[in-house]
């Protein structure tokens, strides 16, 4: 992406939204890395006074382009900048993340729609399958299936990796950008807790935190793993 850490609003800036907001704590990773803020900010989350919500706020954060929590409103807040940037002749690109069990929600569909029918193409949503939600599966709750048709008979570019392959991410970010007149979605197959044992594909975890003796065990497994 195209940003500057020393001018956040920059207007030529690629914008990126997270829908699913609840998992700020990566994107507050990810802008401590790239120099938004000190790394040292990070250990204030949540706490009075931080800069870091539990939920992404744009009038807070460096680098924060949406403030988001209400799941469904992401897709459509990028569309509203995706053709801001046609109207104003700019060259920047919207990406969107967001969760699967977020596309329960009908106002998803409704921006699926309005992207294709205005050829979007500097576009790019991805959807983190990882089949889980925070009351259950997927699969049981409402299931999306077959996901690939659906996104591709609204008029979307498909594309389905691996969204633990580096590779294969920034792959189909590249063929995103090749893609004109419509906009692309990538589906990124992932498992939920990827790298600690006990917490892989365990819907339990979805919203708890870790207590002190299970958050050692998996620093020790993400540490073993390095």
Same mark, same amino acid.
């Given at each position: %992406?195209?940003?500057?850490?020393? #001018? ?16 700020? !704590? ?29 939920h992404p706020d744009m009038n807070k954060t460096p680098g924060v382009?949406?403030?988001?929590? #209400? ?41 699926? %729609?309005?992207?294709?029918?205005? +050829? ?9 399958? #990882? ?10 709750? %409402?299931?999306?299936? !077959? ?17 633990? #392959? ?9 063929? &995103?950008?090749?893609?004109?007149? +419509?906009?692309?979605?990538?589906? &990124?197959?992932?498992? +939920?807790? +990827?790298?600690?044992?006990? %917490? ?27």
């Amino acid at each position: %992406m195209r940003y500057d850490p020393e #001018n956040p609003k920059w207007e030529d800036r690629d914008r990126f939204i997270l829908s699913k907001g609840h998992a700020c !704590p990566s994107l507050y990773a990810a802008l401590a890395e790239a120099d938004f803020f000190s790394k040292e900010t990070l250990w204030t989350l949540r706490k009075m006074g931080s800069i870091l919500d539990g939920h992404p706020d744009m009038n807070k954060t460096p680098g924060v382009d949406a403030s988001t929590g #209400n799941l469904g409103i992401g897709l459509s807040f990028g569309i509203g900048i995706a053709l801001a940037g046609r109207l104003d002749c700019k060259d920047y690109r919207v990406y969107v993340l967001l969760g699967d069990g977020e596309l329960d929600e009908g106002q998803v569909w409704e921006a699926a %729609m309005a992207a294709s029918h205005y +050829k979007i193409d500097n576009l790019t949503a991805i959807v983190d399958r #990882n089949g889980m939600q925070l009351d259950g599966f997927t699969r049981e709750i %409402m299931s999306l299936e !077959p996901l690939e048709e659906k996104w591709s008979a609204f008029g979307w570019h498909v594309l389905v990796i691996d969204g633990h #392959n580096i590779r294969e991410i920034l792959d189909a970010l590249d063929s &995103a950008e090749s893609v004109k007149s +419509k906009p692309t979605v990538i589906i &990124a197959n992932t498992v +939920k807790g +990827k790298g600690v044992a006990f %917490m892989e594909n365990q819907v339990y975890y979805h919203g708890k935190p870790l207590t002190e003796e299970s958050l050692e065990r998996a620093l020790a497994e993400l540490i073993d793993e390095r």
